[in-house]
């Protein structure tokens, strides 16, 4: 069996869906680093905070790469404040992010 199709790749974009309106699909859009790619593992490796809900917010906000149709309270640029701002005040958001990430299969080539 050719396995080509588990061949890691680093970034993987999320939907959002909305909570409020039985799941469905929005527009914005939310890309974010592999656990296993190589930049985050710098980046993991160089994070020294010690609780577990502030490291997991740190880290998923340093893996996120860019959005499309964002805003909270008006526009809001991708960087990492903003980010973790995001995740801190959108308990929705964050985990159908981490949800996401968390899955490796997300982050394989894929079959054809």
Request: aromatic share 8%; net charge negative.
């Amino acid at each position: 069996m050719d396995l080509s199709f588990t061949q890691n790749v680093d970034t993987h974009t999320v939907t959002i869906l909305e909570p409020t309106d039985d799941y469905k699909p929005t527009d914005v859009k939310i890309t974010v680093l592999s656990a296993n790619s190589k930049e985050y593992r710098k980046i993991k490796a160089k994070c020294s905070i010690s609780d577990d809900d502030e490291r997991a917010i740190h880290l998923l906000a340093m893996a996120t790469q860019s959005w499309e149709n964002l805003e909270f309270d008006g526009e809001l640029k991708c960087n990492y404040k903003n980010a973790k701002m995001l995740y801190e005040n959108s308990s929705s958001v964050m985990y159908q992010v981490l949800k996401v990430y968390l899955d490796d299969a997300n982050f394989m080539k894929g079959k054809g």
